[in-house]
C-alpha cells in the first residue's frame, strides 16, 4: 500500500461543504475530480497539479477580456493603494453609472450591489412594491439567482443537480413563483389571463444562457413587452449574461426591446463581485432612501470593484471587440457542427453572440424541455475527453461556452481538434 497524500481536494472537502463554494465547480454532473485553480492568464487556467487549460468557463462570462487583463490587474493595484473601501460614495461608483447608462439607455438610474442574486431579488421587491402585487413570472429554466423568488423550476446548478426547487423555500413563497415555458409568449398570455391582478413583474434572461444557450425566437420578447404593457406588469430583463456580452448595449438594445428594469452583473465587475438593477427613473426613485422599498449594502459600489468594472468597461468599447468575439464563436460553432456530424453525433448548436451550447440532443433546443432531452451521461463523456486534452468546457449540459477576447482562432481551431478526437471517443466507445 502507497501512502497517498490527501489531495487538495479532500482537504477542501474538510472544511468547505461539496469542497465548493458553489455547486457546479463539485463537478458532480461530470465526474473526476474538479480543477482547483492556481493562477490564470488570457484564455488559460493553470491548475494545482500543474496542468493548463483553455477555459471555456471564464468565471461564468465575467471574464470577457479573458484574465488578469493588464488594463484591469493596473486599475485594481492602483485603487488597492487608495483604500480598499469607503462605506461612503466615490465618483468611481458615478463614473460607472454614466458608462452604463450610455450604453443602456433604458437605464435611468442604477443601483449597485455586489451579486446577480441580490440584484434580482431587489430588482422584484421594487416591481413588487410598485405595482402592489404579489407574484411574478419567470421561465422554466431560467436562472435570476438563488433568493428563494427564483428557485421554482430554476435553471444553472438546479438544473445541473436534475432538482426543480430548492428545500428551504417555503410552499407560500414558492407558490408566488409563476413558470412559463421560454420562447412562448402565448402561454404567457394565458397566466395573465387569469392572474393578471396577482403578477408584478415578468422576468426573462433575454437569451437564456442557464440552461444551456437558447436564444429567443423572433417575437418572444415583443410579446413580452406588449403583455407586460397590457396587464399593467413590469419587464425585468435579467442581463447579468448577456449585458456587454451580446453587444456593448447588452440584449435589449441588439434585440430592441426596452425593459422596465434591468438586471447586470458579472461583466459589469470585471471580475470583482459587482452587480447592479437599474431602470426607469420614476420606478427607481422607489428604492430607499428616496422611496418605501428598502435595499442596502456595505459593500456596495465598492472601489476596487468599480475600478475594475471601469477598465473592462473601457476595452469593450474599443472597436471591433464584439465583431472579433462573434467571429470566433462563429467559428467554434461550425467547426463543433463539423466534427459532431462526421463522427455522426447528434447535436444541437446554439450560438448568441459569444454564448455558445453543444446539446447532444436530436431535436432543435429552443426551450427547457427540448434541453432536457439531451443525453447527458454523453456530455460528460466529452466533457472528461476534453479535459483530457486540455479543454475545459463548463461542467454541466445546461451552462454556456464563454469566449473571451483572449481566445485567438489558434485557440478555437486547437478545441475543434480536440473535439474532433472527443467525438471519435464517444463513437468509439
Ligand atoms: C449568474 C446569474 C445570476 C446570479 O448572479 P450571482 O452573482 O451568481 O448571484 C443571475 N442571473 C443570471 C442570468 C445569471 O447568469
Not at 63 to 68: E, F, Y
Not at 366 to 388: I, N, P
Amino acid at each position: 500500500m502507497n501512502e497517498q497524500r490527501p489531495s487538495l481536494f479532500d482537504r477542501a472537502k474538510e472544511v468547505l461543504v461539496g469542497g465548493v463554494n458553489s455547486p457546479v465547480r463539485a463537478f458532480g454532473a461530470v465526474g473526476g475530480e474538479p480543477v482547483i485553480i492556481e493562477r490564470a492568464s488570457g484564455a488559460r487556467l493553470f491548475d494545482a497539479d500543474g496542468n493548463e487549460y483553455l477555459d471555456f468557463i471564464g468565471s461564468w462570462g465575467a471574464m470577457i477580456l479573458g484574465h488578469a487583463h493588464p488594463a484591469v490587474s493596473q486599475a485594481v493595484a492602483e485603487q488597492a493603494a487608495q483604500g480598499t473601501s469607503y462605506g461612503l460614495t466615490s465618483e468611481l461608483e458615478i463614473e460607472l453609472a454614466e458608462t452604463i447608462r450610455s450604453a443602456l439607455p433604458s437605464v435611468e438610474r442604477i443601483r449597485f450591489v455586489s451579486s446577480g442574486t441580490e440584484a434580482a431579488m431587489s430588482a422584484i421587491r421594487l416591481a413588487r412594491g410598485f405595482a402592489r402585487r404579489p407574484a411574478i413570472l419567470k421561465f422554466e429554466g431560467g436562472y435570476h439567482g438563488h433568493a428563494d423568488s427564483f428557485l421554482v423550476q430554476a435553471g444553472s446548478g438546479l438544473a445541473t443537480l436534475g432538482i426543480a426547487s430548492s428545500a428551504g423555500v417555503p410552499a407560500a413563497f414558492a407558490a408566488l413563483t409563476l413558470n412559463a415555458p421560454y420562447n412562448d409568449a402565448r402561454a404567457v398570455e394565458r397566466i395573465f389571463a387569469t392572474r393578471r391582478h396577482e403578477i408584478a413583474a415578468v422576468i426573462v434572461e433575454p437569451v437564456a444562457a442557464n440552461m444551456g444557450v437558447v436564444p429567443p425566437e423572433p417575437g418572444f420578447l415583443e410579446g413580452l413587452r406588449e403583455l407586460t404593457r397590457r396587464y399593467g406588469a413590469l419587464l425585468v430583463f435579467d442581463e447579468v449574461i448577456t449585458g456587454f456580452r451580446l453587444a456593448w448595449g447588452g440584449a435589449q438594445n441588439a434585440y430592441r426591446i426596452q425593459p422596465d428594469l434591468t438586471v447586470l452583473g458579472k461583466i459589469i465587475g470585471g471580475g470583482m463581485p459587482v452587480a447592479a438593477y437599474g431602470g426607469r427613473a420614476d420606478l427607481m426613485k422607489l428604492m430607499a432612501p428616496e422611496g418605501p422599498v428598502y435595499q442596502a449594502g456595505t459593500l456596495s459600489g465598492n472601489p476596487l470593484a468599480m475600478r475594475a468594472g471601469l477598465a473592462t468597461l473601457a476595452e469593450l468599447r474599443r472597436p471591433g471587440v464584439y465583431e472579433g468575439l462573434a467571429a470566433r464563436t462563429q467559428r467554434l460553432a461550425d467547426g463543433l457542427r463539423e466534427a459532431a456530424k462526421s463522427a455522426g453525433v447528434a447535436a444541437q448548436i446554439n450560438v448568441a453572440g459569444s454564448l455558445l451550447t453543444l446539446f447532444f440532443a436530436a431535436e432543435p433546443v429552443r426551450d427547457y424541455a427540448s434541453a432536457k432531452r439531451s443525453d447527458t451521461a454523453r456530455f460528460s463523456r466529452f466533457f472528461r475527453e476534453m479535459r483530457a486534452r486540455g479543454i475545459l468546457l463548463p461542467p454541466s449540459q445546461f451552462e454556456a461556452l464563454f469566449l473571451s477576447a483572449a481566445h485567438t482562432d489558434a485557440d478555437i481551431d486547437r478545441a475543434i481538434a480536440a473535439a474532433r478526437e472527443s467525438f471519435a471517443a464517444l463513437a468509439g466507445a
